[in-house]
């Protein structure tokens, strides 16, 4: 067995060179550090932990798990219509992590740094006799008073979603056996939906001054969707024809009778789901255009009543489908699409 890692020198090797970047972060070698903010800016701060064998499966390379990890903060930041900054590692290593793992680790956080414009601020690392936890806290800027929240939702306005829905449901599904679509680019495509979510971070801040609300889809596109329902006190109406699917997810689906994984319940996408008045429609094409992201209309919000659902979903013939057993049923009828 190699030998334990002295975790100074673990710093040092592996994560000092990851805060070059960031003066306040003091070479890690400082109990704190310090992010300055131009003026007009505020500190917009998430979190995100991640267990082995909980939200990854053990033998997951070190650096699929640095990637993973690392860009679920970062789509939180992006909902927000933030700007990112620096983050911090907590780590809790099994005695089995060793410098191989630790490189791979490290090397793809730097690759990501550079990719989306971060520092290492600092962390704390301690050994642990359970699964490998990694939690990450980020901070990205925001013009004051202007970040996106989930709250800002009126009855009238329609809903939007970036990229396409479900892939990542239907990537994991494959990974673990439950559907097969063989060898091809459409198994490549969905399991690196999964594997390598591309957090929306140049598209966030482009929706300031659009959205109304916003959330990042990681529970899955009618949960988060129920999330800015919540705090905007509203229902949603659906549109289940009109939900962005990739061509390789709309080749599975009609493979699949009936469809089976509920896309719309599936989660891990990393996509913005947003709202906004009509008067943004022309903005928002305009910035289509411009950044080549999808933002498909998929619904709009409504007054909500009581304790009905408050996310609806309905079919081309307006009729609304139920959600039972991860799937979409009209009452009593099982439907694809
Ligand atoms: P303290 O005991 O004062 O909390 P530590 O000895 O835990 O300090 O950490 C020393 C320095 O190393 C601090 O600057 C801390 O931010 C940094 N550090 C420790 N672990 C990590 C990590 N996993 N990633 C980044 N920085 C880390
Ligand atoms: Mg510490």
Redesign the pocket.
Known sequence: MAPAID??D??ARF??P??RDLPG??G??????ALRLPPGQELIVSADAIVAGIHFPKDTPSGDIARRALRVNLSDIAAKGATPLAY????QLPEAVDDDWLRGFADVLDEDQKTYGLG??????SRTDGPLTLSINIFGQCFENKWIKRSGACVGEEVYVTGTIGDATLGLAIEQGRIDVGNGPDRDFLRSRFFRPEPRVETGPKLLGLASAAADVSDGLIADLGHICAASSLGVELDFGSVPLSPAAERLVTDHQPLGPSLLSGGDDYEIVFTAPERARGDIDVLVRETGVAMTRIGRTVEHAGDESRVKVFDDAGRELEVRDGGYRHFGKKVSR
């Open positions: 975790e100074f673990l710093i994560f000092e990851l805060a972060a003091m890690l070698r400082d109990d704190a550090g911090t590692l907590t780590l290492l601020l600092g962390g704390d690392t």
